[in-house]
């Protein structure tokens, strides 16, 4: 059986026990992570998602932190002949290893969060809606210049909280300038010093 699954605005061909080099995830070696914007199941029946396959999720063990090969990049503009640069990159990537693809789901759960789902009657409306709005990570439309188009860029990017964009480095600025196409604005706009003071609350 194998899955076709969206992760960093890409797409992967999985199938258990595969090793797979994605855009970098928020997780430490030996954790567990679970995709679930899945495209297309395969194995003896095909499932086609519209755009993903209800139910469906891929879950898989980090093995590491890692940075792909080096790019180099070589910039000079017309008509300027002092104007040239060679700039280099390493795009930073997690190791995974592929452990399981499952067909109706299942959210990863550590033993607290077992305890909450056998006490899941007695919790009142108000603190499930706390919890909904802690997953979905802050509003990345406070930083100035990002609207929902710029916002949903980057959640797809991985980024969904503002101490991630105040913990960026000038690498991470550089990748993340690439991404989205955007040379040079997070620094003209101070996302990183707007996303301190917003992190602070």
């Known amino acids: 059986m194998f899955a076709v699954l969206k ?3 890409k797409q992967y061909k999985v199938q258990p026990g595969d090793m797979l080099r994605v855009e970098k995830l ?9 995709f679930d914007e899945i495209l297309m199941l395969g194995g003896e029946k095909t499932v086609l998602g519209s755009p993903f396959v209800a139910g469906a999720a891929v879950q898989a063990e980090v093995i590491d932190q890692i940075k792909g090969e080096k790019v180099i990049n070589f910039v000079k503009r ?14 930073k990537l997690t190791l995974l290893r592929i452990t399981d693809i499952l067909e109706n789901g299942a959210r990863i759960a550590s033993a607290k969060a077992s305890k909450q789902a056998d006490a899941k009657d007695e919790t009142t409306a108000p603190a499930a809606e706390a919890t909904a709005a802690e997953t ?19 959640h797809e990017a991985g980024v969904t909280t503002f101490a991630q964009v105040a913990a960026w480095t000038e690498e991470d600025v550089a ?17 990183i010093e707007q996303a301190k003071e917003l992190a602070k609350g």
């Open 136 to 154: 979905a990570g802050d509003d990345l439309k406070q930083l100035s210049g990002v609207g929902p188009a710029l916002e949903k860029k980057l």
């Open 175 to 191: 990748a993340m300038d690439e991404k989205l196409s955007f040379k040079g604005r997070i620094e003209r706009e101070g996302w």
């Open 78 to 91: 017309r008509r300027k002949h002092g104007s040239q640069r060679t700039k280099g990159h390493r795009q």
């Open 7 to 9: 992760t960093g605005g």
């Open 26 to 34: 928020a997780a430490t070696a030996g954790e567990t992570v679970q």
